[in-house]
């Protein structure tokens, strides 16, 4: 009996249809394979050739349904193996939330064949050929930093290079900027994580500095603007215990000190180390009745290689998550 995912390919709009039905009872209109009562589901390594056999001509958008067979057996409902990937499902899908369903997720097509996305990139020798991108942004969520100017008012300055570990954040500054010298006098920062509609607020900010003169490496690039959340389209909000505004239209705010600045070895950035004391939260971001952040309903503006995306649909989680409805399905 197989304890791996099983995965089901659904017309969007079925599955869509099937939520307000409360359950999903197999009927892929148009395609013949959930006939006899079940529903036909595959395991990952059968993913691609159902979707090459049963789908390629296919071209009304398809969703991949991930499902908990554990969960399903638990339900009482009977699952039977297809060797050498297939599976069958002997009951309606229950849209009600319960633990059977893992996921739903859009399928994509290219070069005219729906692609599975769970097949892992081939591992042959020459599986990769040498790249040479000009920058190294793999992609992190873009964050505005509010800082506080020598005259008391804000500055505001659009980054991405961070990371967190426990309360501590580590934002990599570059060091000519007006928000590096008003780190290293006045340790009070907010940080504040804009979701997918404030990306043009972060292009409005991209070639401003707070910094006057622009410094010599920027003057071709940048101007120096004192007003930097006017001139973003933002709106500066009071924090509680630092002097650095939040920026209101972002859903989830930190309140920060600088702690501790590292130059990096080229002399053109700090590491700059942030111990967070206050998180301010969008409450539609918080599940009720918790202190977490409901993981699926926080979209971060995630910036890769120059240009901005949404986060993507959910594929799995850790065993220390406490929202999951049980422990991962990874062997
Ligand atoms: C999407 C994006 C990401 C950026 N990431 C960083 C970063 O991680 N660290 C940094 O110091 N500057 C980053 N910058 C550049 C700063 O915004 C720029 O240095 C600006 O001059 C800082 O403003 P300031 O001089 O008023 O501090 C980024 C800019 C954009 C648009």
Redesign the pocket.
Known sequence: MTAEPLYHVVITDDWEQSAMAGEYAAATGGVAHETGGYLRATTAAGLQDLLDDGYRDLELPLTLVTLDAAALRAEGVRVEDVPPHGARVYAPLRRDGGPAVIAAAPLHREHGRWVSPLTAPPAAEHSHILAHPNVLYVGTP?YLVASTNPDGSA?L??????FALGTMLCL???SD????LNMADRPGITVNFPSLELWPA??R??R????TPVPAA?ADR?TYEPD?FGAARLTPQPADLVTAPRVQECRLQFEATVRRMTPGVDGG?FMVEAEVIRVHADPALVREGTDDIEPAAWRPLV?AFRHFFDRGDEVGWLASSRMAPHPPLVD
């Open positions: 873009a500055n300055a659009a980054a991405s290079s961070h990599g500054i570059e900027g007006q928000t590096a972060v292009v900010l991209s401003l500095t707070g910094r920027k940048y930097k950035y910036y």
